[in-house]
T-cell receptor
């Protein structure tokens, strides 16, 4: 089983739709969780951290479910510009320093 | 401020040749990471440094890969000899202990080994 798993998609949604992605992780000792966004042929960029109580940033909501070991990302009112690959990241197997393990990414395509 | 700088941005080489990838982290950052990204395996951590010292190199695929960080502002990832299966995008990222949660990625080096 991979340490961090995501549905690769693609998720094809119309503009204005609400879409949600999940990401499961295997290391129950993980303490830090993140969502990164990666545009085609670009580098990953931090979208948001995921806090235990859940957190929201505009149209984006991230949640953590420790019992089931997954994190989620909800995007409301999807825009064409949201089309990208969304990578979840979990602090790594050694739970040491800043080591992150990334999921394979979920591709989102928002269509007019 | 300049972000993480990587060079070259693209590299095409022939099997058996030595390849050197370069990275300049963000000034003041004390962690530096090298990743490799392929369609098949996703984004994989190869090695990371803290204060120029290699901390974990368990992701380095084999002895053909080596990485150094001679000072706080420069790191190299070397592949010798290169093989076609090394073709990938190689990213360098940096972070600092005061903002431990955030890694800033460079634009990557797209390596093609023929």
């Amino acid at each position: 089983r991979k340490e961090v798993e995501q549905d690769p998609g693609p998720f094809n949604v119309p503009e204005g739709a609400t879409v949600a992605f999940n990401c499961t992780y295997s290391n129950s000792a993980s303490q830090s969780f993140f969502w990164y966004r990666q545009d085609c042929r670009k580098e990953p960029k931090l979208l948001m951290s995921v806090y235990s109580s859940g957190n929201e940033d505009g149209r984006f909501t991230a949640q953590l479910n420790r019992a089931s070991q997954y994190i989620s990302l909800l995007i409301r009112d999807s825009k064409l510009s949201d089309s990208a690959t969304y990578l979840c990241a979990v602090n790594g197997k050694h739970n040491a320093g800043n080591m992150l393990t990334f999921g394979g990414g979920t591709r989102l395509m928002v269509k007019p | 401020d300049a972000g993480v700088i990587q060079s070259p941005r693209h590299e095409v080489t022939e099997m058996g040749q030595e390849v050197t990838l370069r990275c300049k982290p963000i000034s003041g950052h004390d962690y530096l990471f090298w990743y490799r990204q392929t369609m098949m395996r996703g984004l994989e951590l190869l090695i990371y440094f803290n204060n120029n010292v290699p901390i974990d190199d368990s992701g380095m695929p084999e002895d053909r890969f080596s990485a150094k960080m001679p000072n706080a502002s420069f790191s190299t990832l070397k592949i010798q000899p290169s093989e076609p299966r090394d073709s990938a995008v190689y990213f360098c990222a940096s972070s600092f202990v005061g903002e431990v949660d955030t890694q800033y990625f460079g634009p990557g080096t797209r390596l093609t080994v023929l």
